[in-house]
């Protein structure tokens, strides 16, 4: 019983910056990671970072360096700043929280946010 919604996403010049906000709601004390996704049309949705309670985070080779995916101070909010972004990060982005339901895990996801990098 987690809900997510993302945020921030729309056009940007190559070489700009975005900053992504993905807000949690429901049973947020269940929610053990918070990954951000990206898909484009003809493709699976793939992994961009991912960031777990303990603050041990995870990024795409496409994006190190450039990506940077953190917490809010209440929890309930994770983001995903993006910088120096090229036409090729242009896709659909997807926040995705691991939650547990003890004993399983779920997997909840946000219904994306359109990011478009053109001149």
């Known amino acids: 019983q987690v809900q997510l919604v993302e945020s921030g996403g729309g056009l940007v010049q190559p070489g700009g910056s975005l900053r992504l906000s993905c807000a949690a709601s429901?049973?947020?004390?269940?929610?053990?990671?918070v990954g951000w996704f990206r898909q484009t049309p003809g493709n699976q949705r793939e992994l961009v970072a991912i960031?777990?309670?303990?603050?041990?985070?995870n990024y795409a080779d496409s994006v190190k360096g450039r990506f940077t995916i953190s917490r809010g101070n209440g929890s309930n909010m994770t983001y995903l700043e993006m910088n120096n972004l090229n036409p090729e990060d242009t896709a659909v982005y997807y926040c995705r929280a691991q939650a547990t339901l003890w004993p399983q895990d779920v997997f909840v996801w946000g219904h994306g946010t359109q990011v478009t990098v053109s001149s």
């Open positions: 960031i777990t309670t303990d603050g041990i985070t």
């Open positions: 429901g049973n947020i004390l269940s929610i053990r990671a």
